[in-house]
């Protein structure tokens, strides 16, 4: 299987966002509180530029888009960043890609300076959860205190 890794481009934000909202359906993840329901879901490449110390990969196969994660600053002047918004298709589960993906991000994060990475996901996305943990994310017992997605259940933290 050939995927490209590259970052997100306007032409792809329709194919993305509709990737982010159904699987965060499939798990749950609608409504306020949750990442799907940010309004940068609606235009992904602008939200995700290096001008705002920010990118997000989106993963293609054959062209077409099968998932995507980013990274972008927690809070504005933050030396954390998130990890956010990986999401893959069914049929994009299980190859690797989350963690390619996850590793770019963090990378890229490294290079803006960030001291140290935060997400938080679902407690029944156990793939993602594992795939943090062999990152080196440990988990914290409560959000970071300026966290908008407050439905969520898992908290975790990566030193860069």
Aim: glycine share 10%; aromatic share 10%; hydrophobic share 35%.
């Amino acid at each position: 299987m050939s995927v490209e890794i590259m970052p997100i481009q306007p032409q792809f934000d329709a194919d993305i966002r509709n990737i982010i909202k159904s699987v965060g359906a499939e798990f749950g993840a609608v409504g306020e509180g949750y990442g799907p329901s940010d309004p940068e879901v609606n235009n992904m490449s602008a939200f995700y530029t290096e001008q705002n110390q920010s990118c997000y990969f989106i993963a293609l196969k054959d062209g077409v888009v099968i998932g995507g994660c980013g990274v972008a600053p927690f809070t504005k002047g933050s030396t954390t960043c998130e990890l956010k918004k990986l999401f893959l298709t069914k049929g994009a589960r299980g190859l690797g890609l989350g963690e390619k993906l996850s590793t770019y991000c963090l990378s890229f994060a490294k290079t803006q300076g960030f001291s140290e990475c935060y997400l938080d996901t679902l407690s029944n996305m156990t793939s993602a959860i594992k795939l943090y943990e062999k990152l080196g994310f440990t988990h914290l017992l409560e959000p970071l205190e300026d966290t908008v997605h407050n439905r969520c259940d898992v908290w975790m933290l990566k030193k860069l």
